[in-house]
């Protein structure tokens, strides 16, 4: 018996290639990680599919997105909102900030799933303000990079609908209302 065709009945090979690259191929797996070994070592993969244009893996810190073997890193607590589109069979998010991505999946699997779960994970406090004399209010938010071992807090602020900037009072009520929850929540 040849060692290939005993790795394969004992499942050894399987196993390793399984283990590394959760089923990723070879060279697709290569190319995620020497796009990400220099910013976060080898992260561990937690669910991938494919896209017409490549592939999107969902790592514990980020989501990675190839587009003809280019690889772009969203971080879990850089999107503000998003989910999937089972219509448009497309996986969509909005940055802080107002950037867009997304990004049709042939075959969802946990991709969408495993999307709400490290968002939410990335949310350490979120707080909802309403502004006097309006119906409407500001969400202060506390995001966690999910890479980052110190657990620092990024605050960002969104308003509800209704209410603007040039709203009378949002400024105050978001910055007192920023001010609060870092003196609570910052180290």
């Given at each position: 018996?040849?060692?290939?065709?005993?790795?394969?009945?004992?499942?050894?090979?399987?196993?390793?290639?399984?283990?590394?690259?959760?089923?990723?191929?070879?060279d697709v797996?290569?190319?995620?990680?020497?796009?990400?070994?220099?910013?976060?070592?080898?992260?561990?993969?937690?669910?991938?599919?494919?896209?017409?244009?490549?592939?999107?893996?969902?790592?514990?810190?980020?989501l990675c997105?190839?587009?003809?073997?280019?690889?772009?890193?969203?971080?879990?607590?850089?999107i503000e909102?998003?989910?999937?589109?089972?219509?448009?069979?497309?996986?969509?998010?909005?940055?802080?900030?107002?950037?867009?991505?997304?990004?049709?999946?042939?075959?969802?699997?946990?991709?969408?799933?495993?999307?709400?779960?490290?968002?939410?994970?990335?949310?350490?406090?979120?707080?909802?303000?309403?502004?006097?004399?309006?119906?409407?209010?500001?969400?202060?938010?506390?995001?966690?990079?999910?890479?980052?071992?110190?657990?620092?807090?990024?605050?960002?602020?969104?308003?509800?609908?209704?209410?603007?900037?040039?709203?009378?009072?949002?400024?105050?009520?978001?910055?007192?209302?920023?001010?609060?929850?870092?003196?609570?929540?910052?180290?």
């Amino acid at each position: 018996m040849t060692r290939t065709s005993n790795a394969r009945r004992t499942g050894e090979h399987r196993g390793r290639w399984w283990a590394k690259g959760r089923g990723l191929e070879p060279d697709v797996y290569d190319s995620l990680m020497t796009s990400l070994v220099a910013q976060h070592g080898h992260p561990q993969i937690l669910a991938w599919t494919r896209s017409p244009q490549g592939v999107v893996v969902g790592l514990p810190a980020q989501l990675c997105v190839s587009t003809e073997g280019v690889w772009t890193q969203v971080g879990w607590h850089t999107i503000e909102k998003g989910g999937w589109n089972t219509e448009t069979q497309q996986l969509q998010w909005a940055l802080y900030g107002g950037r867009r991505g997304s990004v049709e999946l042939v075959a969802p699997g946990r991709l969408p799933e495993l999307f709400r779960e490290r968002v939410a994970a990335s949310i350490a406090v979120e707080h909802f303000e309403p502004v006097p004399g309006t119906r409407g209010g500001v969400v202060i938010s506390g995001r966690r990079d999910l890479s980052d071992s110190v657990g620092r807090l990024s605050w960002h602020s969104t308003l509800s609908k209704g209410v603007t900037w040039r709203t009378d009072g949002v400024q105050a009520v978001t910055e007192a209302v920023l001010a609060r929850l870092r003196s609570e929540y910052d180290n």
